[in-house]
């Protein structure tokens, strides 16, 4: 089952996350962790249940009409390959059909093995 992110998703959601170790830590560690709570909500996200348990999620943020910008994707480690990455991607898409949607990411792998086009790059300043 997919379905909106609702507040009391929150300690079962950061368990997920915290499983995926240090790459992650700034969702979980310290103040990193309250903010990143009140991004989930003030975002566009979705969680995937299976057994009671959230296996995965998207969160996206939406650039006011203009693009869509999905900023994580993540799916357990132990159900990867079964193509729940891409169902979260789905429901970003039919939530926002017609409209330019982009991934932010460093994990460029995954999404050329998804076939997506990889257009330009994101700098920090």
Request: hydrophobic letters at 35%; a negative charge; proline letters at 0%.
């Amino acid at each position: 089952m997919i379905r909106r992110y609702r507040e009391n998703d929150a300690s079962m959601l950061m368990k997920l996350i915290e499983s995926e170790g240090d790459e992650w830590s700034s969702y979980y560690q310290g103040d990193g962790k309250d903010k990143y709570l009140v991004s989930l909500k003030d975002s566009i996200t979705y969680i995937m249940i299976i057994d009671n348990e959230i296996i995965g999620y998207i969160r996206a943020i939406d650039d006011h009409g203009f693009d869509v910008y999905i900023c994580d994707l993540l799916v357990h480690k132990e159900k990867r390959g079964n193509h729940y990455g891409k169902r979260l991607i789905q429901v970003i898409q039919s939530h926002f059909i017609g409209r330019d949607i982009y991934v932010m990411s460093d994990v460029d792998g995954y999404y050329i093995k998804e076939g997506l086009e990889k257009i330009g790059s994101i700098f920090k300043i």
